[in-house]
């Protein structure tokens, strides 16, 4: 019995080993490529929205806000005025100054 283990090819440990081995190198591999793809979107994102935060709050976005414009509805700065209005609105001290109006 001996004998024919050793013509069949691989003992079952070796085949585990590297069957284990192969698991490990691919599952690196994908967490490799998920790390980058996550990496870049995040990245896209924050350049994307610090962007248009910061165009709002240095006027470098002129745009005028149309309310009949579906356009100007989505953009991201006028969605950050609107919260920010709204907040300032809702503080106390803000809500006596907005009433005297």
Known sequence: ???MEAQGGPSP???CVLILIFTVLLQ???AAVTYVYF???LKQMQDKYSKSGIA???KEDDSSWDPNDEESMK???WQVKWQLR???RKTP???RLWAAK
């Open 39 to 41: 990496t870049n979107e």
């Open 75 to 77: 953009s991201p700065c």
């Open 28 to 30: 690196s591999l994908c």
């Open 13 to 15: 440990g070796q085949t």
């Open 93 to 95: 001290r803000m809500k």
């Open 86 to 88: 709204q907040l300032v």
């Open 56 to 58: 709002c709050f240095l």
């Open 1 to 3: 019995v001996a004998m």
